[in-house]
């Protein structure tokens, strides 16, 4: 079992940046892939970025590719998403979520089974 909680939303200007953190309990964490999903009002929940367990693989979505990066610390048992030349249509709320090991790259909601509450970002224009 994990339990993940999400913080280091808020508000924002256009072009600023944000990082957020996902603390996530458990002594495996290092052996789950990680990833970070956004919904904006009135929108499905989509992907933005996923990690592997060693950090050495990662993928993002491209509306954010070269602006995000994801990033783990497995002895702080923490995942960020450091997010720079922020925009306006990146306003959403945040989720982090974990992925037991084994199989493919998840890059869709379902492949992940435990989910943090969110944290709100909003980019102003």
């Known amino acids: 079992q994990v339990q993940l909680v999400e913080s280091g939303g808020g508000l924002v200007q256009a072009g600023g940046s944000l990082r957020l953190s996902c603390a996530a309990s458990g002594r495996t964490f290092s052996t789950y892939y990680m990833g970070w999903f956004r919904q904006a009002p009135g929108k499905e929940r989509e992907f933005v970025a996923t990690?592997?367990?060693?950090?050495?693989?990662?993928y993002y979505t491209d509306s954010v590719r070269g602006r995000f990066t994801i990033s783990r610390d497995n002895a702080k048992n923490t995942v960020y998403l450091q997010m720079n030349s922020l925009k306006p249509e990146d306003t959403a709320v945040f989720y982090c979520a974990a992925r037991d090991p084994g199989g493919p790259i998840p890059t869709m909601t379902g492949q992940y089974g435990y989910w943090g509450q969110g944290t709100q970002v909003t980019v102003s224009s």
């Open positions: 990690i592997g367990r060693r950090d050495s693989t990662t």
